[in-house]
């Protein structure tokens, strides 16, 4: 184990495999459908547990890890070797998690250098790798932290819902916006800026939804070397459509990288409800 370990949370939407291979240790949060209280992952809360439990009306709600959490993982990392730790979670802005971070940090064993991505799902999932490819480099964690960290606020987040009475549940957006909404029946478009979840577009129809998020992530990418990511919550033909439009339209900014297309997590899916289907752009660090 190298002596400086990246450290995220399960919003990251990182795969268990990448996670491994780039050394990055996982906590995950919390979902809780109707009585009970599961961990996020594929032994537990799973994107499509939740959308059934939507589906079917039942309350669903989401937690931080408690610093409890966050400190017991700091120990066991300090244990097994590492001087320090760099971690990079979701939004300070949209989850207590990355408070729960800092608060652990003050007591822990070695240095933690918290780091707020400014972002949700597979963005910060790309500033922890950017942080651990900076540790693999030879870097200190203190240029791991602020790669982390510029990854995730130069990232764009976008996308599409089928309707915004998921995050008004949540909190994430307000009851007016909600019922207007859809009172025009219309089809918004979001994204993340500042932190927060904020109205970016509205389109009237699905299909027109699904095309001008197309056109809003290569106009992110611009001529950048970028890493695109599609997500979706029981959407996946929709969102596998966009993902292969992104493959030949940003061909060259991929420049052979593929353009990854999953199902988003249980945690950000409790939250945008079924038929969601997210872009995320990420340009490459370029020091």
């Known amino acids: 184990m190298s002596s400086i370990v990246v450290v995220t949370d399960s919003t990251a939407s990182l795969p268990a495999e990448v996670a491994a291979d780039h050394?990055?240790?996982?906590?995950?949060?919390?979902?809780?459908?109707?009585?009970?209280?599961?961990?996020?992952?594929?032994?537990?809360?799973t994107p499509e547990i939740?959308?059934?439990?939507?589906?079917?009306?039942?309350?669903?709600?989401?937690?931080?890890?408690?610093?409890a959490v966050f400190a017991e993982v700091y120990?066991?990392?300090?244990?097994?070797?590492?001087?320090?730790?760099?971690?990079?979670?979701?939004?300070g802005e949209m989850s207590g998690t990355f408070e729960s971070a800092q608060l652990a940090a003050r007591d822990a064993p070695v240095p933690v250098h918290a780091v707020d991505s400014g972002q949700v799902g597979i963005a910060t999932g790309y500033a922890?790798?950017?942080?651990?490819?900076?540790?693999?480099?030879?870097?200190?964690a203190e240029e791991a932290a602020r790669a982390a960290r510029q990854r995730g606020h130069a990232a764009t987040s976008l996308f599409y819902v089928d309707t915004l009475e998921y995050l008004?549940?949540?909190?994430?957006?307000?009851?007016?916006?909600?019922?207007?909404?859809?009172?025009?029946?219309?089809k918004p478009l979001l994204q993340i800026a500042e932190g927060r979840v904020q109205p970016k577009e509205k389109v009237r129809t699905a299909s027109k939804a699904?095309?001008?998020l197309a056109e809003l992530a290569v106009e992110a990418a611009g001529d950048q070397q970028v890493d695109v990511c599609v997500?979706?919550?029981?959407?996946?033909?929709?969102?596998?459509?966009?993902?292969?439009?992104?493959?030949?339209?940003?061909?060259?900014q991929l420049d052979g990288r593929d353009v990854m297309c999953g199902e988003l997590g249980a945690v950000l899916g409790?939250?945008?409800?079924?038929?969601?289907v997210a872009a995320c752009v990420a340009p490459l660090p370029t020091d």
């Not at 050394?23 to 809360?45: F, H, S």
């Open 210 to 212: 699904l095309a001008r």
């Open 128 to 140: 922890a790798i950017t942080a651990a490819a900076v540790v693999a480099a030879g870097g200190t």
């Open 23 to 45: 050394g990055i240790r996982v906590v995950p949060l919390q979902v809780v459908i109707g009585a009970k209280v599961l961990d996020e992952g594929p032994d537990g809360a």
């Open 231 to 252: 997500s979706h919550l029981a959407n996946a033909e929709r969102a596998e459509v966009l993902a292969e439009q992104l493959r030949d339209r940003l061909a060259t």
């Open 270 to 276: 409790a939250h945008v409800g079924p038929g969601m």
């Open 168 to 186: 008004r549940r949540g909190g994430r957006i307000g009851a007016a916006q909600a019922i207007l909404g859809g009172a025009l029946s219309v």
């Open 50 to 67: 939740v959308a059934q439990a939507l589906r079917d009306f039942v309350p669903v709600n989401t937690s931080r890890p408690a610093p």
């Open 75 to 91: 120990r066991e990392l300090a244990a097994a070797g590492a001087t320090e730790i760099v971690s990079v979670h979701l939004s």
